[in-house]
């Protein structure tokens, strides 16, 4: 039986200053839960009803109404586990290497989605500014759909990064309306692609680090009814055309 104090540490950890201090995320889910234990990160406490604890070694077995008060899901699957929040060293732009860099992301679900898709297109490290979204909270846990347990998540501050990078001949890659066509800009299959908040794009301060200005061409040209790309999206296709350019057989 779950004490009331148990139940809300767990349910804490809905927010960031909660996580902060236990030092915990929630994963929801058999599948999630199965991806985290598998993937090294330590999990502290699994909880289960008795109908999903099978197979999920010492998981503690807690009532329906009683995973109901954990869960922060409108269907709770039976399956939740407490996983430390793991300790990352921010990582150098290298030769080769191609990174994704948030600048003042906001909403969740965008960046668990963009997490998936560096995941698929195996992009290894994301660093986001200090004021873009958690990537340990709830829904964005969820929209990762387990791609957090193999893609490095960082907050730092982005234009000492970025200048650092520019310093070791590193091309960075900025996102803008009025920049150059990726389907006929000659990228290099390496460097950092720097993607700008939901509303406002890049800041002037991480613009003027920018080395090459890209963008997504609308079809027909200047002919769509809309005004903007979402930014997971749009991250899914410029992604997508960095990797085609190393898929592409040399002539």
Known sequence: MLTRAEILRVRSLADKKGRTAEGLFVVEGRKMVTEAIASG?????VY???ENADGLGQARVVSPSEFGRISR???PQGVLAL???PEYRTPSARPG????ALDRLQDPGNLGTIIRTA??????DIVCSPDSADCFNPKTVQATMGSLFRVRVHYTALEGFLRAAVSDRIP???TFMDGDSIYGKGLRPDGIIVMGNEGSGISE????LITHRISIPQYPAGGGGAESLNVAAATAIIVSEFRRIVAQPSV
Do not use: M, P
């Open 41 to 45: 990160f330590e999990v502290e406490e």
């Open 48 to 50: 289960a009803t008795a």
């Open 73 to 75: 899901l409108k269907s």
């Open 83 to 85: 996983v430390r929040i």
């Open 97 to 100: 290497e191609l990174l994704i």
């Open 119 to 124: 995941d698929w297109f195996g992009v290894r």
């Open 172 to 174: 960075v890659y900025g």
């Open 205 to 208: 301060a991480i613009a003027n």
